[in-house]
Nanobody, 122 residues
Framework: QVQLVQSGGGLVQAGGSLRLSCTAS????????MAWFRQAPAKEREFVAA????????YYADSTKGRFTISRDIAKNTLNLQMNSLKPEDTAVYYC???????????????WGQGTQVTVSS
């Protein structure tokens, strides 16, 4: 089992920045990739960004490319998401996920964080 605990998020004005973190514990050696997804009210869960744990290749949704940066600290088993130039349409609950397989598909991930609200005001 892998446990994921998220931190960060909150309320920011459009154009601002926020940082999310996700710390993994338990059987972390089983993790092949980690990702961030988000879900806005009445919408399906949406891929945001992903990273292969080793060697660290990154993947982004078109909507977040160039504004968001995903990174990981292997020694601390921590996943980060730096979000810059935030837009009101980025408002959602953000989830970190751990697992493997097709990086942009939620079903590829076995473990999920508790979710954290990100709200961007216009």
């Amino acid at each position: 089992q892998v446990q994921l605990v998220q931190s960060g998020g909150g309320l920011v004005q459009a154009g601002g920045s926020l940082r999310l973190s996700c710390t993994a514990s338990g059987r972390t050696r089983s993790i092949n990739a980690m990702a961030w997804f988000r879900q806005a009210p009445a919408k399906e869960r949406e891929f945001v960004a992903a990273i292969n744990w080793i060697p660290g290749n990154t993947y982004y949704a078109d909507s977040t490319k160039g504004r968001f940066t995903i990174s990981r600290d292997i020694a601390k088993n921590t996943l980060n998401l730096q979000m810059n130039s935030l837009k009101p349409e980025d408002t959602a609950v953000y989830y970190c996920a751990a697992g493997g397989g097709k990086v942009d598909v939620p079903s590829s991930y076995n473990y999920w964080g508790q979710g954290t609200q990100v709200t961007v005001s216009s």
